[in-house]
């Protein structure tokens, strides 16, 4: 019997398809259940985490080790008691698919980040976590599948040791702000601890130098109660003088503010200088005038600080910025946005930016920061807490994204939006006849040349803007110091955490009393703020 022609060309292709797909690897499952324990459905984005080796009790990411732990997602929707879902751990993944993992120990955990809030603060309360599992001698893709149940929630931790003094003198304030509600068409609340000096009680008629103080990324309202209680301890020890510490809280569903007017974020900058500052202004005794308004803030907190200080100059009398995020965004972390064909993973020769650091050691690039950030959710990363502050808003509703997450090449329109809007050092450049008289002598900015984000790139830069413009403007370079350990100083012998700011705060009250000596108290705290 003659085969016909056509049925062996048909047999070769379907042959050839089967073969192919035969080649394909396998993709890597895990299940997780919901334990029966609960009484409602679950829902949130699955985070499943593997590293080497055995007897973590929790496995987490590592941003400064980000290819030592893998981590797999899925966006879950109403998981019911006892039911379990698939997680294809080669789908959304890093740092690469766990099919890839060499046969060997690990140790696996699953988190459901039920507010899609694990990029910027890792867990919280309400998240569901399952034990860790051992995966001894885990041969990947042979044996049965790794199951994962769900059976913890996230509480609160214990509440910190607060001296009583502290709480009589720290004051929780809240604002529903006009301009905000509006722009969100919701209720959106301003919130800042108030933190009072030892004697404010004792002189009723005295009134106080005023310091506005934000925290950097991953920060919140509870971090900024703390460091208020620290600062308090320090007035009270005589280390820096007596002023009054408004503690803002500028954390948000998708990342840091930063207080800064955005057309994602909506007009916190001006919630904040029209609409907060006046309402403290008359209840608390402050001095309701420039030179009596200071700021100071690290890392995102730095630019916050930064930017508030040029974008109201006639508001603030000086901000005292330490390693704040890139103010020249010809040095993004070290990539120079405006260059021609300008990528963020890597440089025109093919060699990767570095991103983090221990000193001369890289840690991570950029781009595995990037990746990583993607697989743990689209809301409150770093690279997208930038897009939410910097970017024009999209069709979508979010905003234009800087660069493409998977060739890491930047899009010019969207960066040229950025330079219009919040590139410090361009601002000030093409302001300054306007901003000048009010600004200069006014910016003060610290950082390490260490710095673990490449930092003091970008602060070189705009402290060369701000010279060449007369500025009057003070960049101080702490050699070798990182963006972790710039606040610590020797004092009479005694190495001390928070020594740092205790020169800043004596250089803003130096400010706003001016012929005023203060001199802080010999003997440093065992320790400071953090």
Request: net charge negative.
């Given at each position: ?259 800064a007017d955005s057309a994602n974020n909506g007009p916190w900058g001006k919630a904040l200088t029209i609409e907060f500052i006046p309402s403290l202004e008359k209840k608390y005794r402050m001095d309701a005038r420039p030179s009596g308004r200071f700021l100071q803030g690290h890392s995102s907190g730095g630019w916050a600080t930064l930017q508030l200080q040029i974008n109201y100059p006639e508001v603030f009398g000086g901000t005292w910025s330490t390693s704040p995020d890139p103010s020249d965004f010809h040095d993004f972390t070290g990539i120079d946005l405006y260059a021609p064909h300008a990528n963020m993973y890597h440089r025109a020769d093919g060699t990767p930016y570095p991103l983090v ?174």
């Amino acid at each position: 019997m003659r085969i016909p022609r056509w049925f062996l060309i048909v047999l070769a292709v379907v042959l050839c398809a089967a073969s192919g797909v035969a080649q394909q690897p396998q993709h890597l499952f895990f299940r997780v259940t919901l334990g029966p324990q609960f009484t409602a459905p679950a829902s949130g984005r699955m985070l499943i985490f593997v590293t080497a080796g055995s007897g973590a009790e929790k496995v987490d990411e590592n941003p400064f080790s980000p290819t030592s732990v893998y981590v797999a997602a899925k966006e879950v929707p109403n998981l019911a008691p006892g039911a379990s879902v698939d997680i294809d751990t080669d789908d959304v993944a890093f740092p690469e698919g766990f099919s890839s993992l060499k046969p060997g120990d690990y140790q696996a955990q699953a988190v459901l980040d039920i507010g899609h809030t694990y990029a910027y603060a890792g867990r919280a309360v309400g998240d569901l976590v399952s034990e860790v599992l051992p995966l001894a001698a885990y041969h990947p893709g042979t044996g049965p599948e790794p199951v994962l149940v769900l059976n913890t929630i996230v509480t609160e931790g214990p509440a910190p040791q607060l001296a009583p003094e502290f709480v009589a003198h720290a004051h929780l304030e809240d604002l529903t702000s006009p301009a905000l509600t509006a722009f969100f068409a919701r209720p959106v609340h301003v919130r800042a601890w108030v933190v009072l000096p030892p004697d404010y009680d004792e002189h009723a008629e005295a009134h106080y130098p005023t310091v506005y103080w934000t925290h950097g990324f991953g920060g919140n309202l509870d971090y900024a109660e703390q460091y208020g209680s620290s600062i308090y301890l320090r007035m009270v020890k005589g280390l820096m003088p007596p002023m009054i510490w408004v503690m803002l809280d500028e954390s948000s569903a998708t990342g840091t503010h930063e207080f800064a007017d955005s057309a994602n974020n909506g007009p916190w900058g001006k919630a904040l200088t029209i609409e907060f500052i006046p309402s403290l202004e008359k209840k608390y005794r402050m001095d309701a005038r420039p030179s009596g308004r200071f700021l100071q803030g690290h890392s995102s907190g730095g630019w916050a600080t930064l930017q508030l200080q040029i974008n109201y100059p006639e508001v603030f009398g000086g901000t005292w910025s330490t390693s704040p995020d890139p103010s020249d965004f010809h040095d993004f972390t070290g990539i120079d946005l405006y260059a021609p064909h300008a990528n963020m993973y890597h440089r025109a020769d093919g060699t990767p930016y570095p991103l983090v650091r221990d000193h001369d050691k890289v840690l991570s690039t950029t781009e595995q920061f990037a990746r990583d950030e993607t697989v743990l959710g689209a809301y409150g990363g770093q690279f997208t807490s930038f897009e939410w502050v910097f970017s024009p808003r999209g069709s979508d509703g979010r905003p234009l994204p800087m660069f493409n997450r998977a060739t890491g090449e930047i899009d010019p329109a969207v960066v040229a939006y950025w330079r219009d809007h919040y590139d410090l050092a361009n601002i000030v450049t093409t302001t300054w006849a306007e901003r000048g008289p009010l600004l200069r002598g006014k910016i003060h900015v610290t950082v390490g040349t260490a710095d673990t984000f490449y930092l003091d790139g970008a602060a070189h830069k705009m402290d060369a803007v701000l010279k060449g413009l007369h500025a009057g403007a003070h960049f101080t370079y702490i050699p070798d110091r990182t963006h972790f350990d710039l606040y610590v100083m020797q004092v009479n012998g005694k190495e001390d955490r928070g020594g740092l700011l205790d020169l800043i705060a004596t250089e803003m009250y130096a400010v706003a009393r001016p012929g005023n000596a203060w001199a802080p108290a010999a003997q440093p705290p065992a320790g400071g703020p953090q």
